[in-house]
């Protein structure tokens, strides 16, 4: 057991009936820093932070935060973190103000130094014109943040942020983002899951892949994405009578597989060299096959899956986000 670790687990296993939500999870989490917990839905991301958030117990394996063992030790955890949306429920009729006012009051401020305590929070997170407000008419965005909120009207030591930003529009996701970096420069270790990449990228020092329950691979946001390649290549061709052509033609200088759609003037591959990109494109103009357009994404969370387990992740197959 390692006490410079914010939390470490040890084969973790979590089973309802006969499925393994959570199935044989390794973590290794230093303190001080954001980790990303990476995966689809259902990939048992919310499982594994129920049991380290010591709501839910584990079936095999062990976990530690601080040293502390999560089963035995839950009252000691229990102390130094802190759940989003799940220790500090807000009240929908209460205003923004009144929520924090009352949390503040449940952790054992004082009437006066709650009320200082939940001015402070609603100026950190930009909801002051919103204080009066009842939280029921808040937008998505700022429901987010007043849930931050309250789950750092004590600063924890570790936060579970469960999917902060999933849904909410990129204006949202930039204050929240703000919020979880403000917090770790502070000190806060910060455990978040997400479904993006995107996300894990901006904020994240390592990341966690995890899969129907296990963690198929792990590093900083360089290391995974280098694993995966420069990403996708899209090209949408001026004529589709050239895809045939074009096709045979990206194979060969990309030295990959060329996908289609049912759209016949799209192909995509992956790339893992981008420099390939510029010869294979010139080559398409040398043989007159006339591109309407292109592009060259950085990897998707499913271009990850896919490459790391050759499995199309649900969002993917369903055509979905
Ligand atoms: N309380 C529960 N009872 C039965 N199955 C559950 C329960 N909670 C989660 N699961 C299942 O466990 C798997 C992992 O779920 P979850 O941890 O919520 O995934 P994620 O948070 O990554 O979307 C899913 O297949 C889900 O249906
Ligand atoms: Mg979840």
Do not use: C
Request: proline share 2%; glycine share 10%; net charge negative.
């Amino acid at each position: 057991m390692n006490h410079e670790l914010a939390i470490e687990t040890k084969g973790l296993v979590k089973t309802f009936g006969k499925h393994r939500a959570v199935d044989g999870v390794d973590l290794s989490i230093p303190k001080g820093k954001v980790y990303g917990f990476l995966g689809p839905n259902g990939a048992g991301k919310t499982t594994t932070i129920r049991m380290l958030a010591t709501l839910l117990q584990p079936d095999g394996g062990e976990a530690h935060i601080f040293g502390k063992n999560i089963v035995t030790e839950a009252a000691e955890v229990r102390e130094r973190i802190s759940l989003t949306g799940q220790y500090a429920s807000i009240d929908e009729d209460l205003t923004g103000i009144e929520n924090l006012v009352m949390i503040s009051r449940l952790m054992g401020y004082k009437k006066k130094e709650a009320k200082a305590r939940a001015t402070e929070l609603l100026a950190a997170f930009g909801l002051e014109e919103a204080a009066k407000k009842q939280v029921k008419n808040y937008s998505g965005g700022m429901r987010r943040r007043i849930d931050i909120a309250a789950s750092i009207v004590v600063t924890p030591d570790l936060l579970f942020l469960d999917e902060p930003t999933t849904g909410l529009d990129p204006r949202s996701r930039n204050q929240v983002w703000d919020i979880v970096r403000t917090l770790v420069s502070a000190g806060t270790t910060v455990l978040l899951t997400t479904q993006y990449l995107e996300e894990a990228d901006q904020l994240a020092d390592r990341i966690a892949v995890i899969n129907q329950g296990k963690i198929i691979a792990e590093g900083t946001s360089s290391e995974l994405k280098a694993s995966v390649g420069a990403g996708t290549l899209n090209v949408r061709l001026a004529d589709s009578t050239d895809r045939e052509r074009a096709i045979t033609i990206l194979s060969e200088k990309l030295q990959t597989d060329i996908k289609t759609s049912g759209d016949t003037a799209s192909l995509s591959a992956q790339v893992g060299d981008a420099s390939l990109v510029a010869e294979a494109l010139g080559e398409l103009v040398q043989h007159r096959i006339n591109v309407s357009d292109f592009s060259l994404g950085q990897p998707s969370l499913d271009e990850v899956f896919l490459t790391l387990t050759g499995q199309k992740t649900e969002s993917e197959e369903e055509g979905k986000q």
